[in-house]
């Protein structure tokens, strides 16, 4: 990797990606970790500056990756400071700056050594320049499994999802290190969980659940706006119809796309939804309430063959087939095997939306729904130096973490 964050770096004969446009013809310049300047080309460079020449790449945000488990080969729930590094360097590689470690079901045990895991490793990359750079931010963990409807586990361990506590929850919320949290809305207890969770100033989720929509807007008013990936793993009219009978019900799907404050994401891996489904999400939420995730597991990366979904002890056993995970019945999906930009080129194949808006999706909407849009999200005067060069098929070329390069 490159570490020189002693002199401005100046990108130039790069398009530049704002949140709203592209910049043809620009400029940008950053020191010391920060961007200084986006605009048109300066007739004068910094003193001793370092000059980039992006050959004609897009310039990107840092992605931000808000649902990830793992990836080269870990998982976040492996509880070990080398899973946690080895999966933040692999996401690095596919233009992911900053991202939210995220939780399976398992015991207490398990999610407590994935947290303190994290956070050593959030400690020791905020200590020197030299590890800032060893592989995407932490911004903190999204607490996903294990409050999941027994009915709607998908590749997750069915025997680690349990009802919320305060008695367990309490003490995750106490590590600070919490700012995204799912529950599936219909759970005893979920609506103190939202609450709670809304209290430590977390973007307070719906997830793994076959919830009505009357669950859902108790919990929307106990602090709920998100669903964890679309169409996956949530309640659809027929689902209900087993649960509830007649006359069939409203469910997730349709409470969310009727509530413009709600906001969603979706696994644009080409294999969770059809082009269709990624077309008509965008198209209901917009790219301001649309979110892109990895969702990966620890096959990103990896050939083909068998692993684990979870902790590397215990964890459900699923297929990567190359595209994919899948479960080894061959019937239900387990997580994707993909990075965020390969998300950016199948949401821009199934929309053909202007490139602004699909990189939106993957960086400022994430960071402004999680409240980190200040410090990173855009390409703006006074915001983390983290960038993507991508090249005309949208595969990043180089990426800077705080304005230093790493190692692809």
């Known amino acids: 990797m490159t570490s020189n964050t002693s002199a401005p770096i ?9 949140s709203d446009s592209v910049l043809d013809s620009g400029m940008l310049i950053a020191d010391r970790g920060l961007i200084e300047y986006v605009g048109p080309v300066l007739d004068r460079l910094p003193p001793v500056a370092s ?40 996401h690095a590689r596919h233009g992911t700056t900053t991202l939210f470690p995220t939780t399976t079901t398992g015991s207490m045990h398990q999610i407590d050594s ?18 800032r750079i060893a592989g995407s931010q932490i911004a903190g963990v999204h607490l996903y499994g294990p409050f999941f409807a027994p009915d709607k586990v998908g590749c997750h361990r069915q025997d680690g999802r349990r009802d919320p506590t305060p ?22 207890g979920a609506a103190h969980f939202y609450r709670t969770a809304r209290e430590h100033g977390c973007l307070v989720t719906c997830g793994h659940s076959n919830a009505t929509w009357s669950e859902m807007q108790n919990a929307f008013e ?68 649309l979110c892109l995730v ?17 902790n590397e002890h215990d964890g459900e056993w699923f297929v990567h087939d190359g595209q994919v995970g899948r479960t080894l019945d061959g019937v239900g999906l387990a997580s994707s095997a993909s990075g965020l930009d390969h998300m950016i ?3 821009q ?60």
């Open 10 to 18: 100046v990108f130039v004969n790069g398009r530049i990606i704002l």
């Open 51 to 90: 000059v980039i020449d992006a050959e004609g790449c897009w310039i990107a945000p840092g992605f931000i990756d808000i649902h990830v488990h793992g990836g080269g080969g870990a998982d976040f729930m492996d509880g070990t400071v080398s899973a946690v590094r080895t999966a933040l360097h692999t």
């Open 114 to 131: 994935m947290l303190s895991a994290v956070r050593d490793v959030r400690t020791n990359l905020s200590s020197t320049p030299e590890n």
């Open 167 to 188: 008695a367990e929850y309490d003490r995750y919320f106490e590590s600070e290190l919490i700012r995204i949290a799912t529950c599936a809305a219909e759970l005893e």
């Open 222 to 289: 106990a602090g709920m706006r998100h669903v964890d990936h679309f169409w996956c793993a949530m309640s659809s009219v027929s689902s209900l119809r087993n649960r509830c009978g007649t006359p069939m019900q409203a469910s997730m799907e349709q409470y969310v796309l009727a509530n413009e404050s709600m906001s969603t994401e979706v696994i644009a891996d080409g294999c969770h939804l059809s082009d269709e489904l990624l077309a008509f999400a965008f198209k209901m939420k917009s790219s301001k309430r």
């Open 294 to 310: 990895s969702d990966s597991s620890r096959a990103l990366d990896m050939p083909n063959g068998r692993y684990q979904f979870g």
């Open 345 to 347: 080129r199948i949401m």
């Open 349 to 408: 194949r199934a929309t053909g939306a202007p490139i602004h808006e699909i990189i939106r999706m993957a960086s400022l909407t994430p960071a402004e729904l999680t409240g980190i849009a200040d410090c990173c999200g855009s390409l703006d005067a006074g915001k983390q130096a983290d960038l993507v060069l991508l090249d005309s098929r949208l595969k990043p070329r180089r990426v800077f973490i705080g304005g230093v390069e790493m190692d692809l």
